[in-house]
């Protein structure tokens, strides 16, 4: 019998966009991403490529879930192609990134996730590149009250059950569920493949769902526990000595005496 | 003493029975909010034993320090750490919970969050006091942007960085150390069947009083040996930025940057790094910063306090040379 897998991805900013492109709208308390494109969180794709793996190595069908304010076809089609089966799309107006918190996300995944029906394990990057939080996946396994796993650098499935090799500070852990269960992966895994042309071309033909606002039946401001009050740029800018020398030799050792000088060392 | 609506410091052990670095730190900062607020400043820390850790928060400051004690408690485990929690946090909820944003925090907190139905700000850089409320500030989109966010649950939740408040130094006048029995679920969902550790571990990063960290510029992984004897020197660790650590130069435990360890070092020291803000808004909290780059437009020079243009290869021998010469005397 073949998984069912949901991988939850969320479409973001390119975050290895420059500083430049990331304007703050401090009235709005938005950001508003200038000339870099969407794409689907990296730690979603790392989701994505577990999924994968444990597709080739057991046989599964990967639904890609995503949720937002307005979804590029082209940034969910590309995912689709790299290996998924089906999409499920939750989109509109009140899905605003900006507006929704873990707590309203987690809730509209969950009845997103009621609608797809049976599965065996959830899959969702560790964090999103936005609000870099790392709530969702946790909210979601809570409200849907099955065990979860966080930072995953490799997934495993057999037997009814989940091994994840599990990131600590100074190594790994191994941990065992049994499914269903909802799994957070970490950059470690890996990234996800490059879709073939043809896989991409093939994709378009494969079973998009599209669900707006009224089909989940659920109001997603009433559930926020979190209001941004204020948002703006973060000042990080020094003032910086250059140490100027005429080789760097000396800079190297001219750096030393500025810095007993200044008492830093 | 009443706990409920007081500041919980959710407190962590570290291997040799002593009270984490960033539990002391969240005293400090639990006292400020504590004082603002007109409530008191309680601990909570967990273990097989925990009286040591537990009476080192009482002189720093918690007014009374709960220890949960049971030996399933010994190493982190989700569902047993939840439930111990879950009953105490019923019974005299308090106003707000702090954590460490730490491996503990970042997965032990949002399950409470959950449990309870109540807010949660993570990785927060400050808190503050403003109309009777707490607020809570935290980098998003990697560090772009600074958002100041408040919990509009009763109970808030925080897990805070490492070296945003300070450490209260330690008192006579202790607080009461309370030891409490816990009930845990039993059989539990997850299971830990092993455990590795790696090696490469000078002395842990979030912890350094000095980073040395090599970006792409380092070139390959024999650079990062200069590094680790300029770390050694300073007392310090080796850090990396992205790319070292994508392209197997240095371990992922070593990469500094938001998807890796925030670090507050005293002295952090950027070699060949060009600053993308990933890795800026890990690392731009440190004291001083020093950057040594070949390209004079490197983003990092912005955010340094003190820079030299030039290779690393011929720059760093001779500012590791020169540091030698200086320590011996």
Known sequence: ?265 | MERSGNILVLAEMVENGKAASISIELLGLGRTLADCLGTGLSAVIMGDEASEAGGELARHGAEEVLCLHHPRLKAYHPELYQQAMLGMLRSSPPRVLLAGHTALGQDLLPRLAFSLSCGLVTDCVGARVEGGEVLFTRPVYGGNALATQRVTTAMAMATVRARVGEAPPPSEKAGEVRTLGVDLPDPVRLEVTGRETLEYRECPLEEAPVVVSGGRGMGGEEGFSQLRELASLLGGAVGASRPPVDAGWAPTTCQVGITGKVVAPDLYIAVAISGSTQHLSGMSEAGKIVAINKDPDAYIFKVSDYGVVGDWKQVLPSFTAALREMLKE
């Open chain 1, 1 to 265: 019998m073949s998984l069912n897998i949901i991988v939850c991805a969320k479409q973001v900013p390119d975050p290895e966009g420059p500083p430049s492109s990331f304007e703050i709208d401090g009235v709005e308390r938005r950001v508003i991403p200038r000339g870099i494109p969407p794409v689907i969180n990296p730690f979603d794709e790392n989701a994505l490529e577990a999924a994968i793996r444990i597709k080739e190595s057991v046989g599964a069908f990967i639904t890609l879930l995503s949720l937002g304010r307005s979804l590029s076809r082209a940034v969910i089609l590309k995912a689709v192609a790299a290996g998924a089966d089906a999409s499920l799309l939750v989109e509109g107006d009140p899905f605003d990134p900006a507006v929704l918190d873990a707590s309203s996300t987690a809730s509209l995944l969950a009845a997103a996730v009621q609608r797809i029906g049976a599965y065996d394990l959830i899959l969702c990057g560790r964090q999103a590149a936005d609000t870099n939080a790392g709530l969702v996946g946790l909210g979601l396994a809570g409200i849907l009250e099955i065990p979860a796993i966080t930072l995953a650098q490799k997934v495993e499935v057999g037997d009814g059950r989940v091994r994840v090799e599990r990131v600590l500070p100074d190594g790994f852990e191994v941990v065992e569920a049994p499914m269903p269960v909802l799994v957070t992966v970490s950059g470690e895994l890996g990234d996800l493949r490059y879709p073939s042309l043809q896989a991409i071309k093939a994709a378009k033909a494969l079973p998009q769902t599209v669900l707006g606002p009224d089909d989940l039946g659920i109001d997603p401001l009433s559930l926020r526990r979190l209001e941004t009050v204020a948002l703006e740029a973060p000042v990080r800018e020094r003032k910086c000595r250059l140490v100027e020398a005429d080789t760097p030799e000396e800079a190297g050792r001219k750096l030393v005496s500025v810095l007993r000088e200044d008492k830093v060392i």
